[in-house]
């Protein structure tokens, strides 16, 4: 018998060895970031994608960014000038005399984690308050309940994008990712996730249905802003949805859900502002706080096109590079330095230019009111333009196509 237990004593022995040593290395590879006295937290991270069929993948995809998507809570104080008569503005045409009047209201909409420094993204009209008020209290409430005060840091009402931050509060949950909006197609999966009509984490689901979309949407003072390149989902979008992301089936956001059309009458039919335009716009933001009106985006006035043979033949243009004017606007910084249809923009402050892409791209990010020299070949002859740059219009955003033009 103690023949016997003696071999099994000394393999048990050596075995508890080589347990304990794993464990060693173990803990020194998976526990070396736990919070300790020299250690910091470990970094928050979003879940992991998982394959699978597409219901996976957009359960996946929902638990990925949820935890990022934020309530956004407005209460507004303002004053409003009321008819001492209430009949006349029924048999008056609200001519009669009006007094003022002190009114509070509330509002809610949806936003996502931007950035790790506690921006976060949602549409300027949540945040803006109609005419003759002011935001008296701003809160955005996390997925985990937690209700954190927070401020505007700046807006774009006719981009209907705006950047809320919170300040000072450690469990911020992990960033989102943008993904390539120019890359799209029709049918692929659209996820809405927001807060709709007060309901916490509430999940659509649909298709991008259509690009390019243009629809006028009411602002917070009875007037309408013309937007257009917008994507269009199938996702159901509901008031308070607003500001929220719609997702791909990858868990990145392709856009900032905005609106719907006619509420009441059309079904299935939502829009959001493309997430390559919120990158843009964003950017802006970050860089000029406060409450702008405009885009901040260099604007030329003129529709560029790539140059082809059919092109060529029609303007008589056999040199190498440059991309030519197919119109120009009147009363535009194009039409101030005489850039006419059929010019070919060959160079611009010494750069030269082959693609309309990277000629818009060039003209973009040159601020308003700063000049560009462009060498131009006019009918056979070169000459130099010189145009101040303007900025690009709310209502001319839209994806890359053929013509283009800022």
């Given at each position: 018998?103690?023949?016997?237990?003696?071999?099994?004593?000394?393999?048990?022995?050596?075995?508890?060895?080589?347990?304990?040593?794993?464990?060693?290395?173990?803990?020194?590879?998976?526990?070396?970031?736990?919070?300790?006295?020299n250690?910091?937290?470990?970094?928050?991270?979003?879940a992991?994608?998982l394959?699978?069929?597409?219901?996976?993948?957009?359960?996946?995809?929902?638990?990925?960014?949820e935890?990022?998507?934020?309530?956004?809570?407005?209460?507004?104080?303002?004053?409003?000038?009321?008819?001492?008569?209430?009949?006349?503005?029924?048999?008056?045409?609200?001519?009669?005399p009006?007094v003022?009047?002190?009114?509070?209201?509330?509002?809610?909409?949806?936003?996502?984690?931007?950035k790790?420094?506690?921006?976060?993204?949602?549409?300027?009209?949540?945040?803006?308050?109609?005419?003759?008020?002011?935001?008296?209290?701003?809160?955005?409430?996390?997925?985990?309940?937690?209700?954190w005060p927070?401020?505007?840091?700046?807006?774009?009402?006719?981009a209907?994008?705006?950047?809320?931050?919170?300040?000072?509060?450690?469990?911020?949950?992990?960033?989102?990712?943008?993904?390539?909006?120019?890359s799209?197609?029709?049918?692929?999966?659209?996820?809405?996730?927001?807060?709709?009509?007060?309901?916490?984490?509430?999940?659509?689901?649909?298709?991008?249905?259509?690009?390019?979309?243009?629809?006028?949407?009411?602002?917070?003072?009875?007037?309408?802003?013309?937007?257009?390149?917008?994507?269009?989902?199938?996702?159901?979008?509901?008031?308070?949805?607003?500001g929220?992301?719609?997702?791909?089936?990858?868990?990145?956001?392709?856009?900032?859900?905005?609106?719907?059309?006619?509420?009441?009458?059309?079904?299935?039919?939502?829009?959001?502002?493309?997430?390559?335009?919120v990158?843009?716009?964003?950017?802006?933001?970050?860089?000029?706080?406060?409450?702008?009106?405009?885009?901040?985006?260099?604007?030329?006035?003129?529709?560029?096109?790539d140059?082809?043979?059919?092109?060529?033949k029609?303007?008589?243009?056999?040199?190498?590079?440059?991309?030519?004017?197919?119109?120009?606007?009147?009363?535009?910084?194009a039409n101030?330095?005489?850039?006419?249809?059929?010019?070919?923009?060959?160079?611009?402050?010494?750069?030269p230019?082959?693609?309309?892409?990277?000629?818009?791209?060039?003209?973009k990010?040159?601020?308003?009111g700063?000049?560009?020299?462009?060498?131009?070949?006019s009918?056979?002859?070169?000459?130099?333009?010189?145009v101040?740059?303007?900025?690009?219009?709310?209502?001319?955003?839209?994806?890359?196509?053929?013509?283009?033009?800022?």
């Amino acid at each position: 018998m103690k023949s016997r237990i003696f071999p099994t004593l000394i393999v048990g022995l050596v075995g508890a060895i080589i347990g304990s040593f794993a464990m060693m290395v173990f803990a020194s590879t998976h526990f070396a970031n736990i919070a300790g006295p020299n250690n910091t937290p470990p970094a928050v991270a979003a879940a992991a994608i998982l394959g699978g069929s597409d219901q996976d993948r957009i359960v996946s995809a929902v638990k990925r960014v949820e935890p990022s998507v934020v309530a956004i809570n407005v209460a507004v104080n303002g004053q409003q000038m009321v008819p001492t008569d209430p009949f006349s503005q029924f048999f008056g045409n609200g001519a009669g005399p009006q007094v003022p009047r002190q009114y509070r209201a509330k509002a809610s909409g949806s936003g996502f984690i931007y950035k790790s420094n506690g921006e976060i993204i949602t549409n300027a009209h949540v945040v803006t308050p109609p005419r003759g008020g002011s935001i008296s209290k701003l809160e955005v409430v996390f997925n985990n309940g937690d209700h954190w005060p927070a401020h505007v840091l700046s807006t774009n009402v006719n981009a209907d994008l705006a950047i809320v931050k919170v300040d000072g509060y450690n469990k911020l949950p992990p960033a989102v990712e943008l993904a390539n909006s120019d890359s799209l197609e029709a049918g692929q999966w659209a996820i809405a996730i927001g807060e709709p009509l007060e309901l916490q984490r509430t999940v659509t689901v649909g298709v991008v249905s259509g690009f390019n979309r243009e629809e006028p949407i009411p602002d917070e003072n009875g007037g309408v802003i013309d937007f257009k390149g917008l994507l269009q989902t199938s996702a159901p979008i509901n008031p308070g949805n607003s500001g929220g992301p719609l997702v791909d089936i990858n868990g990145r956001v392709i856009g900032v859900n905005q609106s719907t059309a006619a509420p009441g009458q059309a079904q299935g039919i939502g829009f959001a502002i493309p997430s390559n335009i919120v990158r843009t716009q964003v950017a802006n933001l970050e860089s000029n706080p406060g409450v702008h009106q405009g885009t901040n985006l260099g604007f030329i006035g003129a529709s560029l096109v790539d140059l082809n043979a059919n092109i060529r033949k029609q303007i008589g243009y056999q040199g190498q590079g440059g991309v030519a004017v197919a119109q120009v606007v009147d009363g535009t910084p194009a039409n101030a330095a005489n850039l006419q249809a059929g010019d070919v923009i060959l160079s611009v402050n010494g750069t030269p230019v082959n693609s309309s892409t990277q000629l818009i791209g060039i003209i973009k990010a040159t601020k308003p009111g700063q000049t560009l020299r462009m060498q131009v070949w006019s009918a056979g002859t070169r000459r130099m333009a010189v145009v101040q740059v303007g900025e690009r219009p709310a209502n001319l955003y839209q994806p890359a196509q053929q013509p283009q033009g800022p």
